[in-house]
Nanobody, 125 residues
Framework: QVQLVESGGGLVQAGGSLRLSCAASGRTFSPVAMGWFRQAPGKEREFVAWIRWDTGATYYADSLKERFTISRDNAKNTLYLQMNSLKPEDTAIYYC??????????????????WGQGTQVTVSS
């Protein structure tokens, strides 16, 4: 079993930055990939970015890759999302997710086995 706990969300003005963290724990922690998704009110959950845990290779939603950076700290079992130049449309609950299985792609929420509880990010105009 794996537990994921996000932190770092909050209220920020447009143009500001936030760094989200996702701390992972559990006896069976052995990720293949971890990702970030977000869900705004009334909208479907949306892919943000994912990282291959062994190599550190990163992949982004095209619309976000210029402003967001995903990274991980293997020693701390922690995933990060650095968000810069935030816009009001970035307002959402942000979730981290983990997959223990190799899959063809990791842009779908269905590719992940474990999820955090989410952290709210609100960007004011």
């Amino acid at each position: 079993q794996v537990q994921l706990v996000e932190s770092g969300g909050g209220l920020v003005q447009a143009g500001g930055s936030l760094r989200l963290s996702c701390a992972a724990s559990g006896r069976t922690f052995s990720p293949v990939a971890m990702g970030w998704f977000r869900q705004a009110p009334g909208k479907e959950r949306e892919f943000v970015a994912w990282i291959r845990w062994d190599t550190g290779a990163t992949y982004y939603a095209d619309s976000l890759k210029e402003r967001f950076t995903i990274s991980r700290d293997n020693a701390k079992n922690t995933l990060y999302l650095q968000m810069n130049s935030l816009k009001p449309e970035d307002t959402a609950i942000y979730y981290c997710a983990l997959s223990t299985v190799f899959r063809l792609q990791f842009r779908s929420s269905q590719s992940y086995d474990y999820w955090g509880q989410g952290t709210q990010v609100t960007v004011s105009s």
